[in-house]
């Protein structure tokens, strides 16, 4: 029986392609019906339902119908398609949609019975939910709502009624308006800003012009500023607010026009000010960044704006600032493992060893950077988890006939991989380890790699390793990285990262392939290596993708001091910046990640160099450390000649 099930499991790539192969009609018909969906064109839906009943995708037909007539369908119609597939991705989309409609049309006895079963509500929902309660008189619902003034930045229509109900309410005066449109500038939501101005009182509400100057034109306002800012809050507030604008392209001029103007400002708004100009002058690794940040005082910084003034604290070594900014971050924030981290370093520099190991302890055994590095720092190095059993047969039959599972794989079946990967994803939300273990096995053998690690990733208690850090292709990566003196488990860390090892993953920006090549940059390196005929037809072939991959991350090293973090964040954001964002003097390298000024490629870094350790241990069978692959990175250099031909 044993054998039995191995050779059904070896085959299962065959036998999928088999049935795809015997289902083309009911397969075609599917891709008509969602031509048909995509179109609104429901007659021709109609026709084609029927000849899919019984298809293993049914569950997506039955939805599209009551989708495209769901205005006038029947609630029992509608009850009983949730019934029907009940706990199902499509029967969480359908209810969704549905009490959309009914919030709209504030029918809230019908929300009220149904939202309860929602399992992943949006905030357009949630704020219908919240519109709900406050109908029935709820009297706690502003409780609820008043975290939200400063968190819903742009927040969906649904909000509005209840977020405006603070101000009818007194709940939020001027202050608190005043507050969330800071809040809005920074995050560069301008006309979301200039609406929330809307709820100034009268004398504070500056006209369409200026607001509209302020936000998109703010030199020549600035230049105008009347004489008697001191006496007008609108025009202090404003004047803040146009600085903040000019510091996002000019730090040092903000703080021109700021040291010009200070005198005539209240402390609050004083202190916002510098904050945003030290903000800004962080992000660019400015001398001046802290300077600054030190004479914005005690006032309340953004999540955003403290995390900066941390970083800048961490390249200029002063631990003290580090302690003091996390510990007055909210919980929420500082309890997250990059502050925990810090925080105990912040301790460690400070004498306090006992408070700082019981930080390390906290995120220590994290399968994640910062919980590489507090192992590090209790004296442990990074090993694998002693690898669980293997799915027996029952669990693989098991999860095999989970329909969820069936519907993902039917649908990167029809290459529809948006709505397979959905679908797997919701089904695993309520796997135990064992069948996560098995949905994982089944989707590797199904050459689905990126949800097999998808579904490794989320084991609690019971482990499997070499599905979390896949190494498939290693006919093509390890020579590949070999002949290029390359570290594999770096090379595979990357590539992980990159495309989860997608053959034919395209990014939004048009890298492809399964190490993510910009079209420039794969015909810069074919040109260097004198790859003859080269075309970008031939960019996601996996031995063309991975000779130029692997060559351009040994030319990027080579260009970078042989260092895997420099060159990590070069492949992501390009060599140019990677040497821009090293420091006056030698930097950590956790350090450098850290302040890395892109969100993406900081998030990027980190977890290549994680990834790394994890697929060294695997290859090596033996503990690793990540420090010594972070190491120390040089100072920048006046000239570097050796990266700049690099795309």
């Known amino acids: 029986m044993k054998f039995r099930l191995a050779v059904f499991l070896l085959a299962l790539p065959l036998l999928t392609a088999h049935v795809a192969a015997g289902a083309a009609t009911a397969d075609d018909r599917f891709l008509a019906a969602l031509d048909a969906v995509r179109a609104g064109d429901r007659n021709k839906l109609e026709r084609i339902a029927p000849e899919l009943q019984g298809y293993e995708l049914e569950a997506y037909v039955d939805y599209w119908r009551l989708l495209l007539n769901l205005g006038s369908a029947d609630p029992a119609t509608i009850k009983a398609f949730l019934s029907r597939y009940e706990k199902s991705y499509v029967a969480e989309k359908l209810r969704s949609d549905w009490l959309k409609q009914l919030g709209m049309k504030r029918q809230w006895a019908e929300f009220d019975a149904e939202y309860p079963a929602m399992v992943q509500p949006d905030q357009e929902l949630s704020c219908y939910a919240l519109q709900s309660r406050q109908a029935r008189g709820d009297a706690s619902v502003l409780d609820d709502v008043m975290p939200l003034w400063l968190t819903l930045i742009e927040p969906p229509t649904s909000c509005y009624p209840v ?49 509209l100057a302020v936000s998109e034109t703010p030199m020549p306002w600035l230049a105008k500023l009347p004489a008697n800012l001191a006496g007008s809050r609108m025009n202090r507030e404003l004047a803040t607010l146009a600085i903040s604008r000019i510091a996002r392209n000019d730090p040092q001029m903000a703080a ?157 079946r029809l290459n529809l991989r948006t709505e397979g990967v959905k679908e797997w994803n919701w089904t695993l939300r309520s796997m135990s380890d064992r069948e996560l273990l098995a949905a994982s096995d089944i989707a590797h053998r199904a050459g689905i790699y990126d949800r097999a690690i998808a579904a490794a990733d989320r084991t609690k208690n019971e482990h499997d390793y070499s599905l979390r850090y896949l190494s498939p292709y290693s006919d093509q990566v390890r020579p590949a990285a070999r002949s290029q003196s390359l570290d594999d488990a770096w090379v595979y860390g990357l590539m992980r990262q990159e495309s989860r090892f997608v053959t034919n993953a395209k990014s939004t920006v048009g890298a492809s392939g399964l190490m993510q090549l910009m079209p420039a940059t794969a015909k810069w390196v074919a040109n260097k290596i004198g790859l003859k005929g080269f075309h970008q037809g031939q960019v996601n072939d996996t031995d063309i993708n991975v000779l130029l991959g692997t060559t351009y991350m040994r030319l990027v090293m080579e260009s970078l001091d042989n260092h895997p973090v420099l060159a990590s964040a070069a492949y992501n954001a390009g060599p140019g910046r990677a040497r821009k964002w090293r420091g006056d003097r030698p930097l950590e390298g956790a350090v450098y990640a850290e302040t890395i000024p892109f969100n993406e490629t900081r998030d990027y870094v980190k977890k290549v160099m994680s990834n790394s350790v994890y697929y060294s241990a695997l290859f090596d069978g033996k503990p690793q450390s990540i420090k010594s692959r972070l190491g120390v990175i040089g100072p920048r250099a006046t000239v570097d000649p050796k990266g700049e031909e690099l795309p």
Do not use: C
């Open 256 to 412: 021109a026009h700021l040291s010009r103007i200070e005198g005539q400002l209240q402390p609050g708004e004083k202190g916002w000010a510098w904050s945003q100009i030290g903000w800004q002058a962080a992000q660019r690794h400015m001398a001046e960044a802290l300077e600054w940040y030190r004479k914005a005082g005690d006032v309340p910084l953004s999540d955003e704006v403290a995390q900066w003034k941390v970083r800048a604290s961490l390249r200029a070594q002063d631990w003290g600032t580090v302690r003091s900014t996390i510990e007055k971050m909210p919980p929420a924030l500082a309890e997250l493992p990059a502050w925990t981290y810090w925080l105990g370093r912040a301790y460690r520099a400070g004498g306090r060893i006992e408070d700082a190991n019981t930080l390390f302890a906290k995120i220590a055994g994290q399968p994640n950077f910062y919980g590489n590095l507090a192992d590090e720092e209790l004296g442990r190095t990074t090993m694998t988890p002693p690898k669980a059993a293997s799915p027996t047969r029952d669990e693989m039959a098991q999860t095999a006939a989970n329909p969820g599972v069936q519907r993902s794989l039917a649908l990167y």
């Open 163 to 211: 977020l405006e109900a603070l101000i009818l309410e007194k709940r939020v005066l001027a202050d608190g308006v005043w507050t969330r449109i800071r809040r809005q500038f920074e995050a560069n939501k301008l006309a979301a800003a200039r609406y929330s101005m809307n709820y100034l009182p009268p004398s504070q509400t500056p006209d369409a012009r200026a607001a």
